[in-house]
Each structure stands twice: as C-alpha cells, then as structure tokens.
C-alpha cells in the first residue's frame, strides 16, 4: 500500500477523512514535530505537503519518494529544484480551494467594513453600546473593490461583489474577455479602489509588490485584504499605513512568517482583522483535494500521467 505523509495538523474530523481514503496509508505528522517527520520520510512514498516549507534535507531524508503533492495551490513553499534534481514530480490542486478562499476574502471585508471582531469583544466584555465604535461604519455595497489577479478565486468572487452593489475592477496580466468588472493597470486600481484585494501567487516577480510605494497610491481611508501569500505585502510598511490611518484596515489570512511573531506591532492595531492561513481550510476543499491527490497517488505509483504536476522552467513554476 502507498505510504503517504500528510504533514500538518489534523483534528478528528480530518483525521476520519484521511483515514477513509482508498488505497493509501496515511500518516499525520503535524508541522512542529521534525523529529516524528524525520522518522517516517525514509518509508515515505508520497508527501502530501500544506504549508510548512519542503526543504532539501527533507527531500533527501526521503529515499523512497515518488511524488510531492501539494495540498492547495501555491508551491514557494517547496524546494522545487531538489525535487526536479532527484526527478521527482510535484502536483498540485488548482480550484480545489478557490470557493473557501473566495468566502474568506468577502468574509474579511465585511469583518474590516463592518468592525465585527471589536463588536463581538465588546459584548463578550458585557459592552452593549460604543459610540466611538459605532461610529463612522459603512457598507461594502457602493464601494469599489479591486482584484489584484483574476485567477479562479477572483472569477467566484466577483459576480458575488456585483450583486451585493459593488463596482469591481481588476488587474491581470492582460485584460480578460469574461471578466465581472473593469480592467485596468495596477496604479490605477490601486487609486480608485476602496477595497484591495490580492489574488496573485508569491513569485520572484511578486515579492513585495504591496511595498510602502504602493501603499501610498491606495485612497485614503482604503482596505487591503490579503488571502494570498503574506510575502506580497511589506508587513512593516503596512503597519505604518495602518497607524498612520493612511489605510482605513486590513483583513489579513496570511503573513510574511508562519506563525508569525504575536509581538509584532500589527497585532495590537484595532483596525486589523487577522485570521492564522486558514481560508483554504474547509471540509469541501478537503474532499475535492484528497480525491484528486489520491487519483495522482495511483498514477505516480503505476507510472502515469499526473494531474496538475508543476513544470519549473527559467525559474518560474507554471502549473
């Protein structure tokens, strides 16, 4: 049977579906436990990979290794040239988590717009009425909304932005024919946008792009969500954004270290709403992943055709 390493974390629920799986032998080792991962990667067949970085050591500690599954869709987070020097094919599963991740995002604008966090604490403190919180609240219908990329999460989200009164605009790297809203360059989005929303994966050409430059063409008193990847955003420039009261809030799923410091002044800014990179993190993600990442088990096994495998080519990986 095909030897599987999930590695993250898994509560009881996750745990039942991996454990369901047909054909393969799955073994959780969750993120911060090295020594149990370094014990099972010399059996290890296949490596269902989350979050946590894939390095060379691991990949070198796993002899037997056939396949390196990425469970999601962003894969900076692999050592793509150790795998591609041992030969070994990486996956991984496009659209399986766009719904979830597109909820998140709407979800986090509301959150931001609305200051739900701060009411819900307020009552949880016995505080039923805050003048000073409740004033100056808006609505998300009536704003203008950009999309930073319009890959398969944005195209779910816009039509949703529409409806609820929203004008959308979005950059790309080209404008697209069936897009729910109005193209326009990056500089511009940024100006006219009262919500910024990032949709792009983290590439050489994409670090930092959301730096304290770009930050400053934002309108004032604007929202960043960022549901992405954290290294697209300076966090240290963002923070001063944030303080100075430049940008209205954020809404924050991901950060330039995971976890990240708790110390950091980010944290302590009434205007953030911050949740620990869990936008992906639904049961119907889950089971759209598994399904595809077993099927992609059988055929590296039998030596098929893989699914969605990652070709890295002039130093870019092109699903």
Known sequence: MTRVVFHNTAGPDLAARLAAVPGLSITVCPENDDALLMQLLPDCDVLWHVLKP???AMIAAAPRLRLIQKIGVGVNTIDLDAAKARGIPVCNLPGTN???VAELA???MLAVIRRIPAFDAGMRAGVWSDPALQDGIGELGGRTVGLIGYG????LLAPVLAA???RVVYTARRPVADAVGEYRPLDALLAESDVVSLHVPQTAETVGMIDAATLGRMKKGSVLINTARGGLVDQAALTDALRSGHLGGAGLDVFAAEPPDFAD???ALPNVVATPHIAWLTTGTFDRSF???AENCRRAMEGGDLLHRVVYTNGRAIA
């Open 106 to 108: 709407l979800s986090l």
């Open 164 to 166: 609820m009164g929203c």
């Open 98 to 100: 766009s719904r979830a």
């Open 152 to 155: 398969s999460i944005p195209r």
């Open 265 to 267: 002044p980010l944290f």
């Open 54 to 56: 894939c390095t060379a």
């Open 291 to 293: 399904s595809i990442a």
